[in-house]
């Protein structure tokens, strides 16, 4: 029978998803919990399991389609269960269907479907009609007389209606120098996707009709910018979605909610320093490298248990401030696709070692773009490492719900007091953003100064551990 899969709501609140490219085609046999296709949300790339083992019948959009939760996404054809009394079942029909059905329980699978499938206008039987006819001309050609090096070369199509094809796609293509009339010519009329556009490609290269571009990665072709000239003057339009669309909407409103101060303190981080160093000149070759983000995440831990109030949330309906006596750290990446904050769950509870590794493998997994949503949100406090970019201080913003963010300025060599002397020394600026409804200056100060302490004296862990 036919069976209707509708795209599940893949985090919290999330209402869309892009589709950036499918691991399955029409006709594939699927087994249960295989991969179907790796979408993109506002926060992170998911891959996407199958909830049925069996064939897949259609593929209701394309590789670039932005999908609305709850919208048909892939039909099946499983065997062993009785055909519907209906051909075509009604949508909400389908969706009643999925609810009592035995598949698998997943976030949000059973939606009412929505408008929102992606719309494709009425063709014309025109181009890509009579060009799909020439090819298949050609192709007889070649069965009967197959020793014959006969080159298929389509007749040049009609200029009429764009082909088919998605916006990504489009920008690919143009990367590649290749005309999608012409691809449109081979295939007939129906949506060119990314694989097309390849095989296009390997075509022109081995008929040796010229070169053609190396083709840009799959990334850069989903969000590649369009340029524009006005005259002498260009402009690159880059569209808003995806990772930055969620972070301009989260900035904003944190911005406009939560009444932001920062206050900045320098410290001479030199025995912090001189510890990472002895640590790791100790350290077995498998062990997770320690570095000064580690240092400042376990001493951030410390203190947020004297000072509860920077790990607290502001619940303005029920008119109360919530204490979380616990710590999930946030950890500002900055990747390919935007600025994410990932969660390390229970950092208070991590010696320094484990959470190392917890920053390194949270590293590495925001960098390749598979975050899980549920990794994203939740967080009770944040770091921000712009040292790294060579900025020594910044006024960073509160993620919403959260009550303070930490910015760890660039480690510097420069002449400082030490001792009564003037002496070189590694010095670095902290910079603390805090919610003013719940935090006091004194309370921020404080926090931030028992921070540094530890950075500057690593044994003053032992007063706050």
């Known amino acids: 029978m036919k069976q209707e899969f509708l795209l599940p709501d893949l985090g919290e609140g999330l209402t869309e998803a892009e589709i950036v490219q499918w691991l399955v085609a029409e006709g594939d046999t699927v087994t249960l919990n295989q991969t179907l ?3 993109e949300t506002a926060k992170a790339i ?4 199958s909830p049925h083992a069996g064939v897949i019948a259609s593929l209701h959009a394309a590789a670039g389609d932005v999908v609305l939760v709850g919208a ?3 039909g099946f054809e499983i065997e062993g269960q009785e055909a519907p009394e209906s051909a075509a079942p009604a949508a909400g029909a389908a969706a009643a269907e999925v609810e009592e059905g035995s598949g698998p329980n997943l976030v949000g699978y059973g939606a009412a479907p929505s408008s929102g499938r992606p719309q494709r206008r009425a063709r014309r039987a025109s181009a890509g009609t009579v060009a799909a006819t020439t090819v298949t001309a050609d192709v007889d050609v070649r069965v009967a007389a197959p020793h014959d090096d006969i080159a298929v070369v389509p007749a040049p199509p009609v200029r009429g209606e764009r082909p088919r ?4 796609v489009r920008a690919y293509a143009k990367g590649l120098g290749i005309d999608l009339v012409l691809v ?3 295939l007939g009329d129906r949506v060119i996707t990314r694989a097309d556009v390849d095989a296009y490609r390997e075509r022109l290269v081995q008929r040796g009709e010229g070169a053609v571009a190396e083709a840009p990665s799959a990334s850069a072709a989903a969000a590649a910018p369009v340029r524009r000239t006005t005259g002498e003057r260009a402009i690159t339009r880059i569209p808003i979605r995806g990772v930055r669309k969620h972070t301009a909407e989260a900035m904003v409103q944190s911005a406009f909610t939560a009444p932001h101060v920062t206050t900045f303190h320098t410290v001479d981080v030199t025995a912090t320093s001189e510890l990472i160093a002895s640590l790791r000149a100790t350290a077995k070759p498998e062990a997770p490298r320690i570095g000064v983000l580690t240092v400042v995440a376990k001493a ?3 203190a947020l248990a004297a000072f509860p109030g920077l790990n607290s949330r502001w619940d303005g309906d ?6 979380q006596h616990f710590v999930d750290l946030g950890i500002a990446a900055a990747t390919e696709r935007g600025l994410i904050v990932p969660i390390i769950r229970d950092a208070e509870r991590m010696p320094l070692g484990e959470l190392a590794a917890a920053v390194a493998d949270l590293t590495r997994t925001a960098r390749s773009g598979k975050t899980p949503p549920a990794d994203l949100i939740g967080g009770t406090f944040s770091l921000t490492n712009i040292g790294v970019f060579g900025i020594d201080a910044g006024t960073p913003i509160l993620p919403p719900g959260q009550t303070g963010i930490l910015a760890l300025g660039a480690v510097r060599r420069l002449p400082w007091e030490h001792k009564g002397e003037i002496a070189l020394r590694d010095v670095m600026t902290l910079s603390l953003s805090f919610d003013h409804r719940i935090v006091d200056g004194a309370e921020g100060a404080q926090f931030l100064k028992a921070v540094a302490d530890v950075l500057q004296e690593p044994g003053r862990a032992m007063l706050l551990g």
Do not use: M, R, Y
């Open 37 to 39: 296709a790796e979408v």
């Open 300 to 302: 951030v831990c410390l």
């Open 72 to 74: 048909p996404l892939v």
């Open 184 to 186: 449109a010519a081979e």
């Open 46 to 49: 998911v891959e996407l399991p």
């Open 318 to 323: 029920a008119g109360e401030i919530v204490q």
């Open 165 to 168: 094809s998605t916006p990504p």
